[in-house]
T-cell receptor, first 114, second 112 residues
């Protein structure tokens, strides 16, 4: 089946640094990928829709300068959390549509900002 | 935009009993309704989905029903087992690559 690979699975960084998270579709091409954020015991909140070759579409309330998304190829999207602060600590999950509407998730990246 | 509400937030059942989780959606244009199971610290996994052209779909112990008129859909798990314990999310989308809007989730605990 379709596989979405996400790295790193865990990252700890100091406040003020930037962190990049990669999301790859391993056996299919994904023109669209989605980035979600999940706080403990809460639902998945869509942050942005990543479109290959064009700018990402951000959800209301998500700072695009804070969460930089690049979708440079049909198999790779990256999320960069810039100037990270403790409140950015969260579980970030990417996903891609392999076949019509079937969303496949990456394993997630747990970010801890000290 | 679309709003998906999910109930209950927590559900405890005895092993072997059935579990039902219900969701409502607001946008009548939504036509795709998946259910995801998420174990602690892991990725959500699709367990079943339904499209608006059918009213019910079943896969072994799992079934989903859809009422388009009332704009609600439900997940039914029969003969529950301890390994069914997880968080379950419903979602809705308008299809064709449109974004999924998730419900708040239901923590299901199956007691043995």
């Amino acid at each position: 089946g379709a596989v979405v690979s996400q790295h790193p699975s865990r990252v700890i960084c100091k406040s003020g640094t930037s962190v990049k998270i990669e999301c790859r579709s391993l056996d299919f091409q994904a023109t669209t990928m989605f980035w979600y954020r999940q706080f403990p015991k809460q639902s998945l909140m869509l942050m942005a829709t990543s479109n290959e070759g064009s700018k990402a579409t951000y959800e209301q309330g998500v700072e695009k300068d804070k969460f930089l998304i690049n979708h440079a190829s049909l198999t790779l999207s990256t999320l960069t959390v810039t100037s990270a602060h403790p409140e950015d600590s969260s579980f970030y999950i990417c996903s891609a549509i392999a076949t019509a509407n079937v969303l496949t998730f990456g394993a997630g990246s747990r970010l801890t900002v000290l | 935009g679309e709003n998906v509400e999910q109930h209950p937030s927590t559900l405890s059942v005895q092993e072997g009993d059935s579990a039902v989780i219900k969701c409502t959606y607001s946008d009548s244009a939504s036509n795709y309704f998946p259910w995801y199971k998420q174990e602690l610290g892991k990725r959500p996994q699709l367990i079943i989905d339904i499209r608006s052209n059918v009213g019910e779909k079943k896969d072994q112990r799992i079934a989903v029903t859809l009422n388009k008129t009332a704009k609600h859909f439900s997940l039914h798990i029969t003969e529950t087992q301890p390994e069914d314990s997880a968080v379950y999310f419903c979602a809705a989308s308008k299809g064709d690559g449109n974004k999924l809007v998730f419900g708040a989730g239901t923590i299901l605990r199956v007691k043995s």
